[in-house]
């Protein structure tokens, strides 16, 4: 598969119902506590699976060293493929997306029970001629925060040269990856969530790679990052705390799933030190030795 015709694939149609149902152990939903994997899928065909779905939920065989399992979907192994790259990383300068409301829950669209909504929301937001453009910026929000995101996600540059992966920052619209920002989050009854130390998420939807090697359309939409510029004081959020949320985002964005349980870790939901731990870096490395059984 060329990357052209992934492309084209990004602004194609959804995968069509029997391509779908040939791949019944696919079809379920993940939650971590701040990835949320959305499937674009008829439910019909989610019911029908369900038998065979406790068959294809296999635990990782012989995992090196330092590999925490909680790195895979419950779907399998999530990643990236090489026709993909590099991917194309949009950090913006501030803008937010929680001005757009869900006029039925009263609530911003990008609200923290709606996780899986936002990359329909940002296909949305792209699609309208200028409305990107006229994103607001977050309350909160300064260059610094920028910086450190930046710095954030730089640090995944390090697995270049191992040939995992390759991304790059583009100032275009067009990217596979968005980071945007938010003040606080908010849940879907309009509830500020200020004092919790989650300080950011991640959405993408993802797709079964055998079918779209067999020839299936998915209607590939951006991977979304959001960062909160606030900590849970409502202070401007510290820099390297910025640097570290920025640098677990991406980690799920490339991939991995859940959360280490080891608080040493990066992707534990207690951000480690803040850098990529060894374990980080064999489970990172693990995954894209991996065959990827969907893709964003
Ligand atoms: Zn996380």
């Known amino acids: 598969m060329s990357k052209e015709k992934i492309r084209q694939a990004r602004s194609g149609k959804t995968l069509s119902d029997n391509l779908i149902c040939q791949f019944p152990g696919l079809l379920s939903r993940s939650l971590a506590a701040c990835l949320l994997v959305a499937l674009t899928l008829p439910p019909d065909c989610l019911a029908q699976s369900g038998r065979q779905l406790a068959v294809k939920q296999a635990r990782p065989a012989a995992a090196a060293g330092g590999v925490y399992p909680e790195y895979r979907s419950r779907m399998g192994n999530v990643r990236w493929i090489k ?12 803008a937010a997306i929680d001005g757009f409301i869900d006029e039925e829950v009263g609530a911003p669209i990008a609200n923290t029970s709606n996780v899986a909504g936002w990359p329909k929301l940002v296909a949305s937001i792209l699609s309208t001629p200028g409305q990107f453009e006229a994103l607001p910026i977050a309350q909160g929000f300064d260059e610094q925060h920028y910086n450190a995101a930046l710095q954030g996600i730089g640090m995944w540059k390090q697995f270049e040269k191992e040939g995992l992966f390759t991304f790059q920052l583009t100032t275009e619209p067009d990217a596979d990856i968005f980071v945007f920002w938010v003040n606080h ?11 919790g130390d989650i300080r950011g998420y991640t959405s993408k939807d993802i797709f079964p790679y055998r079918a779209i090697l067999a020839g299936g359309k998915a209607d590939f939409k951006p991977v979304v990052i959001m960062l909160r510029t606030t900590d849970t004081n409502g202070v401007a959020m510290p820099f390297q705390k910025m640097r570290a949320a920025a640098a677990h985002e991406f980690g799920h964005a490339l991939g991995i799933d859940g959360h280490s349980r080891n608080p040493i870790d990066l992707m534990s939901l207690y951000y480690g030190n803040g850098t990529i731990s060894a374990n980080d870096a064999s489970t990172i490395r693990y995954l894209y030795h991996s065959p990827p059984d969907l893709i964003p």
């Open 83 to 94: 026709e993909q790259m590099p991917l194309k990383v949009y950090i913006s300068h501030g």
């Open 185 to 195: 989050f908010v849940d879907k009854t309009g509830m500020a969530l200020f004092a």
